[in-house]
């Protein structure tokens, strides 16, 4: 049997989730389904996702990101509160370690107050009333900066798709797509077959790849990084007060390994970045040959592994080497020894590159007929999900 949908969301991450929040929240009569294909959602980004709530400060003004990023964390900040979620607004604090960052740091100031964040520039003095332990000789302070717990908010997303009448179904990986005139025809590797108005493909990792089946051919691939984590012992909570990061390399869409305080407790140190070997990559050792042939013959992350070896073999070495992990660190938080630190759950980032080895640095969100394709969606896309999810449910209402 077919069954119709007049919206169909690939991916039960948090994107995906908001976006059928949404869905379902502006019109009652709009029958809404999730297709996921894990056996549980938000199984990868959004599951080890670390948890903070970004103010939007480092995103240049007008981006997706910066637009995305201020409306989202305030309306997640308003569902956290009336759905009684665990979230704290916390602060952090950006750290200029030497002279040769202060330009840097005061350019990512400019940013933020461009795009109406709270924060201001401040001395050594006053870094260390915040974060007593850290080293700089100068710092951004975002006191609008926050965590929250990411599982608990998609939790609560999904029992608010069932009450309003939508489904999720897990374990139903789509692998093919269809369109013709008028709806578009979704097949899993179950045997399901669904008929849908609309489709909107959030699946994160594999978001290029379901774009492929639907016809649409986006000019970039998903190559993963993983990013590999350490927590802190609790004999050492007391280093860190809350959110502590270096000032992030203007080339690179990471912010370098940083220390976050975690809504549940505990303090979370890293990541660092290595291409992963599959896109599900979480370990060192898991391999999937055909994913990672696909990344390195990919001319994309040829040109940018090319442009940017050294930077990457640095990565690599602090993968393998817990002592230049603590050294990296120990730039922040001059204390931290080896002895405080214990292995944490790795995540995996689906990174958008381009054709031209760029590194897709803003949202990606690319239409094909009655298909929305979320092809990248990178940090801060939790903090920014609730947001997202209404853009895309106004832009199918359109």
């Known amino acids: 049997m077919i069954e119709k949908t007049d919206a169909l969301i690939v991916g039960g991450g948090i994107v995906g989730l908001a976006t059928a929040y949404h869905l379902c929240k502006g019109n009652g009569g709009r029958s809404v389904t999730v297709l996921e294909k894990e056996n549980r959602l938000a199984a990868h980004q959004t599951g080890n996702n670390s948890g903070v709530l970004h103010s939007g400060i480092y995103y240049k003004p007008g981006s997706l990101k910066a637009l995305n ?3 989202g964390k305030r309306a997640m900040e308003r569902f956290c509160a009336e759905e009684g979620i665990n979230y704290e607004i916390c602060g952090k604090v950006i750290v200029a370690l030497d002279g040769n960052e202060l330009p840097a740091l005061h350019r990512i100031l400019e940013r933020g107050k461009a795009n109406g964040v709270k924060c201001r520039l401040i001395g050594k003095h006053e870094l260390a009333d915040l974060e007593p332990h850290a080293a700089g000789i100068a710092a951004i302070h975002v006191p609008e900066a926050g965590i929250v717990d990411y599982h608990q908010v998609c939790c609560r997303l999904a029992e608010k798709i069932r009450e309003a009448g939508g489904q999720i179904l897990t374990g139903e990986k789509v692998t093919f797509i269809t369109r013709t005139s008028t709806s578009v025809s979704v097949q899993t590797a179950a045997g399901k077959d669904f008929l849908a108005g609309h489709v909107v493909n959030c699946a994160g990792l594999y978001s290029d790849r379901v774009a492929d089946l639907g016809g649409d051919r986006p000019p970039l691939k998903i190559v993963p990084f993983r990013g590999e984590y350490y927590e802190l012992k609790p004999s050492a909570h007391q280093l860190v007060n809350n ?10 869409p990471f912010l370098g390994v940083h220390f976050t305080r975690m809504i549940n407790g505990g303090v979370e140190c890293g990541p660092n970045a290595v291409l ?21 013959t990919y001319p994309g992350f040829l040109k940018l592994a090319a442009k940017y070896w050294k930077t990457g073999a640095g990565e690599m070495w602090r993968s393998f080497s817990k002592r230049a992990f603590v050294k990296a660190l120990s730039r922040l938080i001059p ?22 080895g760029s590194m897709v640095d803003d949202f990606h969100l690319s239409s094909n007929g009655s298909i929305l394709n979320v092809c990248n969606a990178p ?19 359109g």
């Open 379 to 397: 940090s801060p896309a939790a903090t920014a999900a609730l947001n997202i999810g209404k853009t895309i449910s106004e832009g199918i209402d």
């Open 69 to 71: 990023c201020r409306a």
């Open 276 to 296: 992963a070997f599959a896109r599900e990559g979480y370990g060192k050792l898991k391999i999937n040959p055909a994913e990672l042939i696909e990344s390195l």
């Open 335 to 356: 204390e931290i020894r080896s002895e405080h630190l214990v292995a944490a759950p790795a995540g995996v980032r689906a990174q958008a590159v381009g054709h031209d």
């Open 243 to 252: 959110l502590i990061y270096p000032v992030p390399d203007p080339n690179f």
